[in-house]
């Protein structure tokens, strides 16, 4: 083999676990794979970590131990997701976006490839040490930001359902009312999706009353699921007592009254004022 400069390997090297967040490649690996000594893996691992740290792309883990190595996690600084998330609360607050019923149109922000990445990694952040198995979200809309948060954590990704699917195989169904229309719906679940004993990171789109989030709380203790952690783009300001507790969103809705309402979006107060 042809002798790889240090500026090819590095490059190649940060591609590669930029492509993998979240898993862990041994020392060994890349050895074999550039025909490298540990100790020149090692000093070139040191300049790539303090690289991310300097600009803020992330962070390069070494991990110890017989199954250790080095990982990338798309860690954002919590200054640098309040600036991103309150740029998209100045975009999506006035009257434009206003549906009735106190919702608020913003498809075209769930849609963006780069948006939904820059929100899955603030929310990855925020629960890599609980170490989840899998992102569980609820079909459709939360998919987006679900998925790259899920890719992020580098777990797979788990989709609720309002019917069950015959290409899944038998499923375990419930009933669960919903926050925001008070009406009986469905959810269901293959089970095959799902192992007992693992931890789910439940991620949706929008929190009103809690009815669609709980009802996955309730989905995940049929499978004997430990649920870690709940998290939204946007959860309202109304009515303040959920039917769900910890939850966090990166964005609170507030709708004016009087003759010509508006709607007002801020960052949640966990990214404003440091506290998780």
Same mark, same amino acid.
């Given at each position: ?9 590095m $490059?190649a090297m940060m ?10 490649f ?9 025909g490298?000594?540990? &100790?020149t893996m ?11 740290k ?14 250790g190595?080095?990982?990338?996690r ?32 913003y498809?075209?922000?769930?849609? $963006?490839?780069?948006?939904?990445h820059?929100m ?5 952040t ?37 019917n ?16 925001s $229309?008070g009406n ?9 999706s799902?192992?007992?004993?693992q931890?789910?990171?439940i991620?949706d789109? !929008?929190?009103?009353g ?7 709380v309730?989905?995940?203790?049929? !499978? &004997?699921?430990e ?22 969103s990166?964005?609170?809705?507030e709708?004016?009254?009087g ?9 949640a107060?966990?990214? &404003?004022?440091?506290?998780?």
């Amino acid at each position: 083999m042809e002798k790889i400069r240090r500026n090819e390997r590095m $490059s190649a090297m940060m591609k590669i676990l930029a492509d993998h967040p979240n898993q862990i490649f041994t020392l060994s690996h890349f050895c074999d794979l550039f025909g490298a000594a540990k &100790s020149t893996m090692s000093e070139d691992i040191d300049i790539l970590r303090d690289v991310c740290k300097t600009f803020g792309l992330g962070e390069l883990e070494t991990v110890t131990g017989a199954a250790g190595g080095v990982r990338y996690r798309a860690r954002i600084a919590r200054e640098d997701a309040f600036a991103y998330v309150n740029g998209l609360c100045e975009n999506l607050s006035g009257t434009e976006r206003l549906l009735p019923g106190g919702f608020l149109y913003y498809s075209d922000v769930l849609s $963006s490839p780069e948006i939904t990445h820059r929100m899955g990694g603030i929310l990855a952040t925020e629960y890599f040490d609980a170490e989840p198995d899998f992102v569980l979200t609820m079909e459709t809309k939360g998919i987006p930001v679900a998925l790259t948060t899920a890719h992020a954590l580098g777990v797979p990704l788990v989709i609720a359902r309002h019917n069950s699917r015959v290409y899944e195989g038998s499923a375990v169904n419930i009933n669960y009312v919903s926050g925001s $229309s008070g009406n009986i719906q469905t959810m269901s679940l293959a089970r095959r999706s799902v192992r007992e004993g693992q931890r789910a990171l439940i991620v949706d789109d !929008f929190l009103k009353g809690g009815g669609t989030a709980k009802g996955m709380v309730d989905l995940m203790r049929e !499978f &004997s699921v430990e649920v870690i952690g709940m998290a939204f783009v946007m959860e309202t300001a109304t009515p303040t007592r959920k039917r769900v507790q910890n939850a966090k969103s990166l964005m609170t809705l507030e709708i004016t009254g009087g003759d010509e309402p508006e709607a007002i979006v801020r960052p949640a107060a966990w990214l &404003s004022d440091g506290k998780a």
